[in-house]
């Protein structure tokens, strides 16, 4: 069974930055594709940023590439979501999720979720 545990959110003023982490426990994340996505009030859940099977390459919504990234550590089976210069608009629940799947930004494609962790940027 594996079990994805989100932690590192909270309030942090516009310009800032925070990093979650995403605790992997059952099996290697490197055998998932590893994906964040985040929820607003009010909208649908959307794909953020991720890395393919076999911690590969990398993508990015267009909404944060540049100021986001996504990283692991094999050794700690954690992955990271870095996130800088933060703006308003950036808040949400934040949701780590593993997918079967080579890539995929579909939240459908996913196996696993987290149960999230809520990231609150001030203006």
């Known amino acids: 069974q594996v079990q994805l545990v989100e932690s590192g959110g909270g309030l942090v003023q516009a310009g800032g930055s925070l990093r979650l982490s995403c605790v992997v426990s059952?099996?290697?994340?490197?055998?998932?594709?590893m994906n964040w996505f985040r929820q607003a009030p009010g909208k649908e859940r959307e794909f953020v940023g991720g890395?393919?099977?076999?911690?590969?390459?990398?993508g990015y919504a267009d909404s944060v590439k540049g100021r986001f990234t996504v990283s692991g550590d094999n050794a700690k089976n954690t992955v990271f979501l870095q996130m800088n210069s933060l703006k308003p608009e950036d808040t949400a629940v934040y949701y780590c999720?593993?997918?079967?799947?080579?890539?995929?930004?579909?939240?459908?494609?996913?196996?696993?979720w987290g149960k999230g962790t809520l990231v609150t940027v001030s203006s």
């Open positions: 890395v393919a099977r076999g911690a590969g390459v990398a």
């Open positions: 999720a593993a997918s079967s799947y080579y890539s995929t930004r579909d939240r459908g494609n996913m196996d696993y």
């Open positions: 059952g099996r290697a994340y490197s055998a998932y594709a």
